[in-house]
C-alpha cells in the first residue's frame, strides 16, 4: 500500500511539475510574444528606439528553448543598424554570440556591420578585386574576337571593293547583294541566323566559329564599301599615268591607287573598329563568354553593380588605346603629303 | 633609205565618238622616226582625244594604228565586233610609248626616284638596282638628280613636269606623247619643260605635242597641224604654217586669240 502510495505521490508530482512547467512556459511565452507585438507596433509607427526598449525586456533563459531572447536581440541589432547606431548593433549582436559562439546569423550579422563601417573606396577595390579576374578572362576573349576582325575584314573588305567596281557584272552584281544583305539587316540577327538557325539547314558552328563568321561578314561588307570609296576617290589620272607607263590594271591598283588610299581610309576604318570593340558585345548572346557576358554573371551572381562599372572602364580603355594607335597610323600613312 | 621612210606611227582613218558628239573625224597622219610634230588648235578640237587615242586611253571606234608598220591595239571576234586587244599586248605597246599629261599625274606616295623607277621595277621586271640605275640616269637629264629623295608634293610645276617627263622616259619609249605639257604651268616655268622637251627633240626623240603654247610650234616643230572639229584643217613645216597657213581664216582668229 505503501508502495502504492508512494508510486501516486511520485507520479502525482511528476505530472504536478510538468503541469507546472507547461503553465510556465505559456505564461512567459505569452509575454513574450506581448512583447513582441507591441515592439512591432512600434516599429509601424516609425519609433525604433521605442521598439529597441521594448525588444530589451525580453531576457534570457537557461536553454533559451523559445529562441526569444536571441529572436530579441537580432532584432535590436537589425534596428540599431537601421539607425546607423553600429557599436549598438554589434553589442546585441555579440549578446547573442556570448551565449551561441556559433549563431550563423548573429555571425553574418557581425561581417556586415564590419563591412558598413569599411570606407567606401575600399568596398569598391575589394568588389574589383573580386571581379577582375573573371572580367579580364573575358576582356582577353573580346580582344581575340576584335584582333581577329581586324586581321579578316579589311582582307574581306578589299575584295568586295574590287568585286563592286569590276566592269565584270555577275562580280560586282554579286559584291552589291552581299552589301545590301549585311549592311541592310542587324548584326545580332545575323549572329542568331548563323549561330541558331544554320543548324536547322545541317550546318553547326562552335560559338567561336559563329562569332568570327557573323561580325567578319557583317564588316567586311561595310569596310568594302568604305574601301571603294576610298578607292574611286583617287583621281582617274593616277590610273591613266600608270597604265601609260604599261601597268597592267591590277599592278596599277596594287603599285599606285591602293597604297594612296591609305591615309585616306584610315579616319573611317578608325571609325568602325572602334564600332567593332563594342560590337562583340552582341556575340554574348550567341554562348561566347566575352567581356559583356563576363559583367553579365558578375552582375547577376552579386547583384553588384560594380561588375558593369569595371567592363565599361576595360571597353573605355580599349576605345581609347585604338583611337591613340589609330592617330598614329593615320600620320604615318600620309607622311607623303606633309614633306 | 627605205626602211628609214618607213613611219614610225601610222594612223589611218581614226574616228571616236562622245555620245553624239564626233571628238575625231577619221584623221590621217604618218610620224617618221625623229620626227616632231605639233598638233595646235582650239579646245574641244579633239586633238588630245586623238593623242591618246595612240595609247590606247581612249578607245576608237574606227580606223588604224600602225607602229613601225605592224597594225595594233585592235582585233575583230568572230562575230566581226572590234575590241581592245589582250589587256598585256596593250600594256607592252604603251610601254613602247611614253605619255606626258597635262597635270602631270606623279604618284604622290612615292619620291622622285621612286616614280621614276617604277616603269623599270614593276612593268619590265627588272632589278631594284637596275631600275635605280636608269633612273638617276633620267633624272640627270632632266636636271633634277639632287630632287630623287623629296616627294611630289615639294617640287614647282615645272620640276614636277620634267619629273613625269624621266619616269616615262625610263621606259625607254620609241616615241613621246605630250598632252599640253605647259598648260598648267605658271608662264615663269614653261621654259624649264620647254627646254627640256628640245633637248629630247634634239636626241632623235620621235615626239607628238598636242599644245596651245607657240613655242613648240615655232622653235621646235618639224611639222605643226592644225586641227579643229576632229580634222586636220591645215599641216606644214613651221616657216610654211606661220608664212603661208595663216591665211587660213580660221587658223588666223585662232592665233589671234591666242598670241
Known amino acids: ?339 | 633609205m627605205k626602211t628609214a621612210n618607213q613611219p614610225l606611227l601610222s594612223l589611218k582613218g581614226i574616228t571616236k565618238h562622245f555620245g553624239s558628239l564626233t571628238a575625231v573625224n577619221g584623221v590621217d597622219l604618218d610620224v617618221c622616226p625623229g620626227e616632231i610634230v605639233v598638233i595646235i588648235g582650239p579646245s574641244g578640237s579633239g586633238k588630245s582625244t586623238l593623242l591618246r587615242s595612240v595609247n590606247f586611253l581612249e578607245e576608237i571606234e574606227e580606223g588604224t594604228i600602225l607602229f613601225e608598220g605592224q597594225e595594233i591595239g585592235y582585233v575583230t571576234s568572230k562575230h566581226g565586233r572590234r575590241h581592245l586587244d589582250a589587256p598585256h599586248k596593250i600594256c607592252a605597246l604603251r610601254s613602247e610609248i611614253g605619255m606626258v599629261f597635262q597635270h602631270f599625274n606623279l604618284f604622290p606616295h612615292m619620291t622622285v626616284l621612286g616614280n621614276v623607277m617604277e616603269g623599270p621595277l614593276t612593268v619590265q621586271k627588272k632589278s631594284p638596282e637596275e631600275a635605280r640605275e636608269i633612273a638617276l640616269d633620267m633624272l640627270a637629264k632632266v636636271g633634277l638628280s639632287d630632287k630623287r629623295d623629296v616627294y611630289p608634293a615639294t617640287l614647282s610645276g615645272g620640276q614636277k613636269q620634267r619629273v613625269a617627263i624621266a619616269r616615262a622616259l625610263a621606259m625607254r619609249p620609241k616615241l613621246m606623247l605630250f598632252d599640253e605639257p605647259t598648260s598648267a604651268l605658271d608662264p615663269e616655268l614653261i621654259g624649264e619643260v620647254f627646254d627640256t622637251i628640245r633637248d629630247l627633240g634634239k636626241e632623235g626623240m620621235t615626239m607628238i605635242i598636242v599644245t596651245h603654247q607657240m613655242g613648240f610650234a615655232k622653235e621646235m616643230a618639224d611639222r605643226v597641224i592644225f586641227m579643229e572639229k576632229g580634222s586636220f584643217v591645215a599641216q606644214g613645216t613651221p616657216e610654211d604654217f606661220f608664212a603661208n597657213q595663216m591665211e587660213h581664216d580660221r587658223i588666223k582668229s585662232f592665233l589671234n586669240r591666242i598670241l
Not at chain 1, 534596428?79 to 553589442?91: E, G, I, P, V, Y
Not at chain 1, 568602325?272 to 552582341?282: P, S
Request: charged share 20%; aromatic share 12%.
Open chain 1, 1 to 339: 500500500m505503501k508502495f502504492f502510495n508512494g508510486r501516486i505521490a511520485k507520479r502525482s508530482i511528476l505530472l504536478f511539475s510538468c503541469v507546472l512547467l507547461f503553465a510556465a512556459s505559456i505564461c512567459f511565452a505569452k509575454d513574450y510574444d506581448q512583447l513582441f507585438s507591441d515592439a512591432n507596433d512600434a516599429m509601424a509607427q516609425g519609433d525604433l528606439p521605442a521598439a529597441i526598449k521594448i525588444l530589451k525586456k525580453v531576457e534570457f533563459e537557461k536553454g533559451d528553448e523559445s529562441g526569444a531572447f536571441v529572436r530579441s536581440r537580432m532584432q535590436i541589432a537589425r534596428l540599431q543598424f537601421a539607425l546607423k547606431d553600429m557599436d549598438a548593433a554589434s553589442a546585441a549582436a555579440k549578446e547573442v554570440l556570448a551565449v551561441y559562439p556559433d549563431n550563423s546569423e548573429a555571425l553574418n550579422f557581425m561581417a556586415s556591420v564590419q563591412q558598413e563601417q569599411k570606407p567606401r573606396y575600399k568596398v569598391f577595390i575589394e568588389d574589383c578585386l573580386r571581379f577582375l579576374p573573371q572580367l579580364l578572362k573575358g576582356a582577353v576573349m573580346t580582344i581575340t574576337l576584335v584582333v581577329c576582325i581586324i586581321l579578316i575584314s579589311p582582307l574581306g573588305g578589299l575584295l568586295i571593293a574590287l568585286g563592286r567596281i569590276s566592269t565584270f557584272k555577275p562580280v560586282s552584281g554579286l559584291c552589291w547583294f552581299f552589301i545590301w544583305l549585311f549592311r541592310g539587316t542587324p548584326l545580332l540577327l545575323q549572329l542568331f541566323f548563323i549561330y541558331y538557325g544554320l543548324p536547322s539547314l545541317g550546318i553547326t558552328f562552335k560559338p567561336f566559329t559563329a562569332a568570327i563568321l557573323g561580325l567578319g561578314l557583317n564588316y567586311s561588307a561595310y569596310l568594302g564599301e568604305i574601301i571603294r570609296g576610298g578607292i574611286q576617290s583617287i583621281e582617274h589620272g593616277q590610273m591613266e599615268a600608270a597604265k601609260a607607263i604599261g601597268m597592267s590594271y591590277w599592278q596599277a591598283m596594287r603599285r599606285v591607287i591602293i597604297p594612296q588610299t591609305y591615309k585616306r581610309l584610315m579616319p573611317p576604318i578608325g571609325n568602325e573598329f572602334i564600332a567593332l570593340i563594342k560590337d562583340t558585345a552582341l556575340v554574348s548572346t550567341i554562348a561566347m563568354v566575352e567581356l559583356m557576358r563576363s559583367a553579365d554573371q558578375m552582375f547577376n551572381a552579386y547583384f553588384n553593380v560594380t561588375a558593369l562599372i569595371l567592363a565599361a572602364l576595360i571597353y573605355l580603355l580599349f576605345t581609347t588605346i585604338f583611337t591613340f594607335i589609330f592617330e598614329k597610323i593615320e600620320i604615318r600613312a600620309g607622311i607623303y603629303e606633309n614633306r
